[in-house]
């Protein structure tokens, strides 16, 4: 079987795919099960306003105000729906600070479960079996995949997502960001800094 | 199960080999797109749990599951539902062509105005239960040495292996049992395990895992 380590999402043949899910839309729909426009309102939901950018924001206002970080180590879900991202496969949230002695790191070792209302949907590395597989047994070895390496004696804490409870990881603020606000700080706040695979941008990466 | 999905700790998958964030595509192949909303669409159909359809996934033949791209492994196990209820037959799908109209009434169609309050909503899974929680913040317990051949959450890696509670979350739904179809609530933690103690000497002394284990899972060391 074909595998070329590219993540599995690239392995499969696309046409063969595309008909079957075609094919299945159209049954559904002609059954009366699925609603045609409902299928289209999700799809620009999850890839067009439901993002990274939700959880970037949750993180540059954590880093500028101190009573929101306090709210949300207190409870997250509440404090991130505070800013309107709630629901569907984040229900139930707990946020993790990275510090220069501490760095956590979020997987789902069984399925694909990632915080949706503060992330979206998940990139294709995070369902795939190597990250799956290597997360928990080889976490050093997995940051430095991604470019990212620690002391020894920083503590490394990989969180396995195996219940409903989802995990947003808030990385530390960026070195030289005195005093800048929180718009300024969003566009540093990246996606794989939230899961916790890498560090948040720099200062000087700042596209404002 | 001890199935192809309970993956952490296993080799030979290689690299990761990650796409730069910045440039990768949210949907490789346009199918992915449909295979989402379909998958949302017929979960709100109300038939089953979100436990019941990763039971289902997590059954697909280990071969296929391990060589599928993850919305394939969706498509596929989407498909074993809609039979497995009675909402689509073998023979449409294998004919491409309705044999037999839905019994009305069984089922809830979402549609496209509701679609943003339903995950906006979404679906909380803790639940107030009865009994008091057996174990505290700071206990020490034992992950049961358990096979169940149903659905669980009890990675394999974790049992046998002694670990502490972190933190406690209430009454949440039981996965094993919500899989079957029974929603009912078991006391929620996240424990931690030390790195050698899962994998031994040469892991980092500091290093750790933290999982999510329900009470029928854990027991005084």
């Known amino acids: 079987m074909a595998h070329d380590h590219h993540g599995d999402e690239m392995t499969e043949p696309p046409s063969e795919m595309a008909l079957r899910v075609q094919a299945l839309e159209s049954l559904l729909v002609e059954k009366g099960l699925v609603d045609l426009k409902a299928l289209d309102v999700i799809i620009d ?120 409870v989802r995990f947003l990881v808030l990385p530390e603020r960026p070195e030289g960001t005195e005093g800048w606000t929180m718009e300024q700080l969003i566009p540093l706040v990246s996606r794989n800094s939230m899961i916790g695979v890498e560090k948040a941008r720099p200062a000087t990466e700042a596209t404002a | 199960m001890n199935g192809p999905h309970d993956m952490g700790g296993m080799h030979a998958f290689g690299a990761i080999n990650p796409e730069p964030e910045e440039t990768e595509p949210l949907f490789h192949e346009p199918w992915e797109r449909k295979a989402l909303a379909l998958t949302l669409a017929c979960g709100a159909l109300g038939q089953w749990s979100i436990d019941e359809a990763r039971s289902v996934r997590e059954s697909l033949d280990p071969a296929l599951y391990t060589s599928s791209s993850y919305y394939r492994k969706w498509i596929e ?101 919500s899989a079957r179809g029974v929603r009912r609530g078991e006391h929620l933690y996240t424990v931690q395990f030390m790195a050698r103690d899962l994998w031994g000497p040469e892991a980092a002394a500091h290093d750790s895992v933290m999982v999510d284990l329900w009470e029928p899972y854990l027991e005084a060391p």
């Open chain 1, 45 to 164: 939901r999850y890839e067009n306003r439901v993002g990274p950018r939700n959880g970037a924001h949750v993180v540059a206002r954590a880093w500028t105000d101190p009573d929101y970080l306090e709210r949300l180590r207190t409870d997250a879900t509440a404090a991130i729906a505070e800013l309107d991202y709630t629901g569907r496969q984040g229900e139930h949230m707990v946020v993790v600070e990275n510090g220069p002695k501490v760095h956590h790191l979020v997987v789902c070792t069984l399925c694909s479960c990632y915080p949706w209302p503060v992330l979206g949907l998940p990139p294709a590395w995070y369902k795939s079996s190597p990250y799956r597989s290597r997360a928990v047994i080889d976490p050093r070895g997995v940051l430095a995949e991604f470019g990212t390496v620690l002391d020894d004696d920083v503590e490394v804490k990989v969180w396995d997502s195996t219940s409903e």
């Open chain 2, 77 to 177: 196990a989407l498909t074993r539902q809609m039979v497995e209820k009675g909402l689509l037959t073998s023979e449409e799908l294998e004919t491409a062509t309705v044999r037999q109209m839905p019994e009305p009434g069984s089922y809830r169609v979402l549609n496209a105005e509701a679609v943003d309050k339903v995950y906006s909503a979404g679906g909380p899974t803790s639940m107030d239960i009865d009994n008091a929680p057996l174990f505290q913040v700071g206990d020490l317990i034992l992950a049961r040495n358990m096979n169940p051949i149903g659905h669980t959450r009890i990675p394999r890696y974790v049992r046998g292996h002694v670990g502490e509670i972190v933190l406690w979350h209430g009454g949440h739904v039981f996965a094993d049992d």
